[in-house]
């Protein structure tokens, strides 16, 4: 079963090293604890996934195993199965808390509805993440784009202005300096 700091019964020794595994980040606040655990039941559910997988291939008959399968035979074979499926509840049991901790997190913190609402039907994200609101106060639409494509043109744009302000620079200067030495002749 994973560690979790914020499922109950951890000893607090168990809490310390593993908040010493987690960036800081995950730490400075109640709310982002939360989001970092339910990161946690994200990894716990494919995990979950894996083992339904494994009791699912331990429950079928010995002739149907493949080669690659490495599965054991006999007597192992039932103890390999109570042991996967020991493992499964156990990690059902520490997804189901894990939820439910976010659920009275969500309901302590007052998060209003309309915050955790789904997105409208056929709605397609970004390829590169969430983006700026599609319409901005004059009710003009603007582009498609992700957030990090927003980034990488707002950055492109800045390393266009220091060019041309260098260049300007450099012009200024030979201008100067051309100047200067034409008067003093």
């Known amino acids: 079963m994973a ?3 914020t499922l109950p019964g951890s000893s607090s020794q168990e809490q310390g090293l593993y908040e010493q595994d987690i960036d800081p980040i995950w730490m400075s606040s109640r709310t ?3 989001i970092y655990a339910l990161g946690e039941v994200e ?3 494919s995990r979950l996934l894996s083992l339904a997988a494994s009791s699912m291939a331990l429950l079928s008959l010995p002739q149907t195993d493949g080669p690659e399968d490495d599965l054991p035979k006999g007597a192992e074979r039932s103890e390999k199965f109570v042991d996967v499926a020991n493992e499964y509840f156990e990690r059902l049991d520490s ?3 894990a939820i439910r901790s976010s659920l009275a997190h969500i309901r302590q913190s007052r998060i209003a509805p309309s915050a955790i609402n789904a997105p ?3 709605f397609i994200p970004p390829p590169l993440g969430v983006g700026l609101p599609s319409t901005d106060a004059e009710g003009a639409s603007r582009g498609e784009r992700g957030l990090q494509e927003e980034r990488v043109e707002r950055d492109a744009w800045k ?3 220091d ?3 260098r260049i300007k ?6 201008r100067g300096e051309g100047a200067g030495s034409s008067t003093g002749s």
């Open 32 to 34: 982002a604890r939360q």
């Open 3 to 5: 560690s979790n700091p």
């Open 169 to 174: 620079e450099a012009r200024d200067r030979e």
């Open 159 to 161: 390393g266009i202005l």
């Open 120 to 122: 409208p039907p056929n």
């Open 43 to 45: 990894k716990d559910i």
């Open 95 to 97: 997804i189901h808390i």
């Open 163 to 165: 060019a041309l302000t």
